[in-house]
Nanobody, 125 residues
Framework: QVQLVESGGGLVQAGDSLRLSCVAS????????MAWFRQPPGKEREFVAA????????YYEDSVKGRFTISRVNAKNTVYLQMNSLKPEDTAVYYC??????????????????WGQGTQVTVSS
């Protein structure tokens, strides 16, 4: 089992920045690829960004490329999502997810085995 706890959400204005953190416990963190997903109000959960077990490979959803950065510090069992130039359409509950390392990064909700409880991000215009 892997337990994931997100933090760092909040209410910000358009153009502001936030950094989300996700701390993992329970198993060897470096054995897992990690990802961030989000669920906007009234919509399905969607992929945001993923990072490989080593941090050497990352992948982003098109709408966040150039604005969001995913990173990890294995020594701290933590994955981050730095979000810059936030837009109202970024408003969502943001979830951290984990899956045992794979040959390629995964982008589907069904492909991740462990999830955090989520943290709310609200961007006002």
């Amino acid at each position: 089992q892997v337990q994931l706890v997100e933090s760092g959400g909040g209410l910000v204005q358009a153009g502001d920045s936030l950094r989300l953190s996700c701390v993992a416990s329970g198993r060897t963190f470096s054995a897992y690829d990690m990802a961030w997903f989000r669920q906007p109000p009234g919509k399905e959960r969607e992929f945001v960004a993923a990072i490989s077990w080593s941090g050497g490979t990352t992948y982003y959803e098109d709408s966040v490329k150039g604005r969001f950065t995913i990173s990890r510090v294995n020594a701290k069992n933590t994955v981050y999502l730095q979000m810059n130039s936030l837009k109202p359409e970024d408003t969502a509950v943001y979830y951290c997810a984990a899956v045992l390392l794979r040959a390629t990064l995964r982008v589907r909700v069904s492909e991740y085995d462990y999830w955090g409880q989520g943290t709310q991000v609200t961007v006002s215009s």
